[in-house]
């Protein structure tokens, strides 16, 4: 005999029942006053006593269902409250004054750390946790199966061809031809022939036939990095064979056919580059089918320490990262991004001494980003005042967090503020302090 499943849905039940209870009321008041009309006795007594049964009998009701519901949720509670994933969390949990809080901050740390546990599964190249690089790998999982265009923005060095790589190893054109080609470094007399081939005797120098880059990208990738330094009459050829998806050889006159999928890259900003008439406006439509923007390092301090021991593993697998040089890498601005960190681990592996990496091995530079000096104090003409002082304040608070481990209470002592003020300041400042408790 087929066991037959009941699925409960407790939107539905719980309505049902204290909706039945309701009822249950209402009828039960009626044939109360009913029976006290028929026999003539005074009404009040016996619904009195019929309001206290049904109150009685709701809040049981209420009490069984909230135990039923409650009882897995809370053993879930305590279970998740003893992993080291949440075991951080314990002065958010500390600070919540009902199960709603507690309950949802647990539920909100697991929620991090399966979706951190997700993007690892998926992209293990990718090095970094952060929410807003987690949100850009959801956008590579969306866009990848598709053929649609992929537009990369972002500062120099954060990492645009890496993000290419990613789209092409989730596509369905894995497995075809990639090929890469930066627009910057390529003279722009001989942009057009990298790009279409030409044939032997086109122009000088040219003792042989090539291929371009689109004809051998036919069934993959084409992956232009820098394209906003394209010259505009190359431009308008790339949109005509994007558009037609065929193109010719440089002094050939047969038609090639392409199927060719388009990522393109650049760290410059087209709305600006298309007012000055640098970049046209209808190849910028046909490249930003899918944008995905990349931010800067400074954006996504949280993935400094991940980063950094990622390069000294590389580098130098023997040495370890001092909590002092580790202070001075998360309050660096790091202008050059992941490059530039990249470029000072390296450093700082051929410098350390002893087997561990102190603030001296690191590049002067990021000193200087991360302290607070007499000449940071001097006045120039260029100064924002407002922006200057948000950045002395974050670098003393990312110290007084690092040196008390991050512990926030202990930072504000040693800060000289109240609790609540500096957990004001680290929200409006975007200061990680998960990052920082991390390191040391």
């Not at 006593?49 to 049981?60: E, I, K, R, V």
């Not at 005509?240 to 090639?256: D, Q, Y």
């Not at 580098?315 to 202008?335: D, K």
């Amino acid at each position: 005999m087929k066991r037959r499943n009941f699925h409960i849905r407790l939107t539905i039940t719980v309505p049902v029942v204290f909706t039945s209870l309701a009822l249950l009321g209402m009828v039960l008041c009626y044939q109360v006053t009913l029976y006290c009309l028929t026999t003539q006795r005074p009404p009040l007594p016996y619904l009195l006593a019929c309001g206290a049964g049904m109150t009685l009998l709701t809040f049981s009701a209420g009490l069984l269902i909230s135990r039923t519901i409650l009882r897995p949720v809370e053993q879930f509670i305590r279970e998740a409250e003893q992993l080291p994933a949440v075991l951080g969390f314990e002065q958010g949990k500390a600070l919540a004054r009902d199960e709603l809080t507690r309950y949802t901050a647990v539920f909100n740390q697991i929620t991090d750390f399966l979706s951190k546990v997700d993007a690892r599964e998926h992209f293990p190249e990718i090095i970094g946790e952060s929410k807003v690089m987690r949100g850009v790998l959801r956008q590579i999982l969306k866009v990848a199966p598709a053929d649609a265009t992929v537009l990369i923005t972002g500062e120099s060095g954060t990492g645009k061809e890496v993000i290419a790589q990613a789209i092409v190893r989730h596509s369905k054109r894995r497995d075809k031809p990639f090929i890469a080609l930066n627009c910057a470094a390529i003279p722009p007399g001989l942009l057009e022939s990298e790009l279409f081939g030409h044939e032997k005797g086109a122009f000088t120098g040219a003792t042989a036939m090539k291929r371009g880059k689109f004809e051998l990208a036919d069934t993959g990738t084409l992956f232009l990095d820098e394209i906003g330094d394209m010259p505009m009459e190359t431009q308008a050829k790339i949109l005509r064979a994007l558009e037609s998806g065929t193109c010719e050889h440089v002094g050939g006159t047969k038609t090639i056919y392409f199927d060719v999928r388009l990522i393109a890259a650049t760290n410059k900003d087209f709305h600006d580059m298309i007012e000055k008439g640098q970049f046209r406006e209808d190849l910028f439509h046909r490249l930003n089918v899918f944008p995905i923007h990349l931010p800067p390092l400074r954006k996504r301090r949280e993935d400094i320490p991940l980063l950094a021991t990622y390069f000294l593993e590389k580098f130098a697998p023997t040495l370890q990262l001092s909590s002092e040089a580790m202070q001075l890498l998360l309050g660096g601005q790091w202008q050059g991004n992941v490059r530039e960190l990249r470029n000072a681990m390296e450093r700082a592996a051929v410098l350390a001494e002893e087997g561990m990496i102190l603030p001296r091995h690191l590049a002067g530079h990021v000193a200087q980003q991360a302290v607070v000096t007499q000449e940071d104090l001097e006045l120039n003409e260029a100064i924002n005042l407002d922006g200057y002082l948000e950045q002395v304040e974050r670098k003393l608070i990312v110290s007084a967090l690092a040196k008390t481990g991050g512990v926030q209470a202990r930072a504000a002592s040693l800060l000289g503020i109240k609790d609540r003020s500096l957990w004001h300041r680290i929200r409006k400042l975007g200061v990680d302090v998960d990052a920082i408790r991390t390191a040391q």
